[in-house]
């Protein structure tokens, strides 16, 4: 590692470290360092930084996945190397300036090749990481979804062939991704995740079953009235009508959503009564809904 490559924190550190253990020393007595010193210092600091340095700490286990992807089916040794790599990367994304620089680094499309591994043990370590970059993360959230991620992370939910508590991770990492994102919600909405979270609420686990209650409260609560503005914007003049007549029972039901509808929803509100006004008009005013 030359001196330039190693982090400007460590010279610094090192020089106040000096700085102190010099005080009260003459003019004199301040030499310069020599080559031979200069090179023992810089291997020390480079050695001491490849191994405390969490941005270099996140690249060197990057490495590892990327080497062994490029090998196949990873064997028995290779797994546990990935393993190891996955644990130190999870603790290290919980610092937010790391979860971007994963992405900077290449590691969206590593994510993917792990959660297609046939050990579930690697599948569930995948899905906390994306969990762990995800979490309260707008920049990541957005950046894992342009990264065709949350198919995959479907795939999971919706295949008898996997294990309960990969199931469970999975819903994890979704949860994760789209909280607080409403492109997130309309991705996973977009690509019938909903309809694969209903389904799981008949599995035998209680607690999946009281996770998939969670991000279903979840998913509701963000998005309904937006989901249900994109289907009256379809052009079937049936899809419409449904979806009006859902608006009408949600809001009649709903203080919260009656709010929003005069508040932050007030476009969908507009849409509402000129649909209603274009109805009217074609039934002879035996449209009889308000809001």
Same mark, same amino acid.
């Given at each position: 590692?030359?001196?330039?490559?190693?982090?400007?924190?460590?010279?610094?550190?090192?020089?106040?470290?000096?700085? =102190?253990?010099?005080?009260?020393?003459? !003019?004199?007595?301040?030499?310069?360092?020599?080559? *031979?010193?200069?090179?023992?210092?810089?291997?020390?600091? @480079?050695?001491?930084?490849?191994?405390?340095?969490?941005?270099?700490?996140?690249?060197?286990?990057?490495?590892?996945?990327?080497?062994?992807?490029?090998?196949?089916?990873?064997?028995?040794?290779?797994?546990?190397?990935? *393993?190891?790599?996955?644990?130190?990367?999870?603790?290290?994304?919980?610092?937010?300036?790391?979860?971007?620089?994963?992405?900077?680094?290449?590691?969206?499309?590593?994510?993917?090749?792990?959660?297609? =591994?046939?050990?579930?043990?690697?599948?569930?370590?995948?899905? #906390?990481?994306? @969990? *762990?970059?995800?979490?309260? /993360?707008?920049?990541?959230?957005?950046?894992?979804?342009?990264?065709?991620?949350?198919? &995959?992370? +479907?795939?999971?939910?919706?295949?008898?062939?996997?294990? +309960?508590?990969?199931?469970?991770?999975? %819903?994890? @990492? $979704?949860?994760?991704?789209?909280?607080?994102?409403?492109?997130?919600?309309?991705?996973?909405?977009? %690509?019938?995740?909903?309809?694969? &979270?209903?389904? $799981?609420?008949?599995? #035998?686990?209680?607690?999946?079953?009281?996770?998939?209650?969670?991000? %279903?409260?979840?998913?509701?609560?963000?998005?309904?009235?937006?989901?249900?503005?994109? %289907?009256?914007?379809?052009?079937?003049?049936?899809?419409?009508?449904?979806? &009006?007549?859902?608006?009408? !029972?949600?809001?009649?039901?709903?203080?919260?959503?009656?709010?929003?509808?005069? !508040?932050?929803? @007030?476009?969908?509100?507009?849409?509402?009564?000129?649909?209603? #006004?274009?109805?009217?008009? *074609?039934? /002879?005013?035996?449209?009889?809904?308000?809001?």
């Amino acid at each position: 590692m030359a001196d330039d490559e190693i982090p400007h924190a460590y010279w610094k550190a090192c020089f106040n470290l000096a700085a =102190q253990s010099t005080t009260g020393s003459t !003019t004199s007595d301040v030499q310069e360092i020599d080559e *031979e010193k200069r090179a023992w210092l810089c291997d020390a600091l @480079a050695d001491y930084s490849r191994n405390t340095d969490p941005a270099l700490l996140m690249k060197k286990h990057m490495k590892t996945l990327l080497d062994i992807s490029h090998q196949g089916e990873p064997n028995d040794d290779q797994t546990r190397l990935i *393993e190891q790599a996955l644990e130190a990367l999870i603790d290290l994304t919980g610092d937010s300036d790391l979860a971007v620089n994963f992405g900077k680094i290449g590691g969206y499309q590593l994510l993917k090749w792990l959660l297609r =591994q046939s050990k579930p043990n690697l599948k569930c370590q995948t899905a #906390e990481l994306i @969990a *762990e970059l995800a979490q309260n /993360h707008i920049q990541s959230q957005q950046a894992l979804c342009n990264s065709h991620i949350m198919p &995959v992370l +479907i795939a999971l939910l919706k295949s008898d062939d996997q294990l +309960i508590i990969v199931r469970r991770k999975a %819903l994890y @990492a $979704l949860s994760c991704m789209i909280r607080g994102c409403s492109d997130a919600v309309a991705l996973f909405c977009g %690509l019938g995740g909903i309809k694969y &979270v209903v389904n $799981l609420l008949n599995a #035998e686990d209680d607690q999946l079953k009281t996770k998939c209650c969670f991000f %279903l409260h979840s998913v509701v609560d963000m998005s309904l009235l937006s989901m249900i503005g994109c %289907l009256i914007e379809k052009k079937d003049e049936t899809m419409q009508e449904e979806a &009006v007549n859902l608006l009408h !029972t949600v809001v009649s039901n709903s203080k919260k959503a009656c709010l929003a509808m005069n !508040t932050t929803d @007030a476009c969908l509100k507009t849409k509402f009564e000129n649909l209603c #006004e274009i109805w009217k008009a *074609e039934h /002879h005013d035996q449209v009889s809904f308000q809001i």
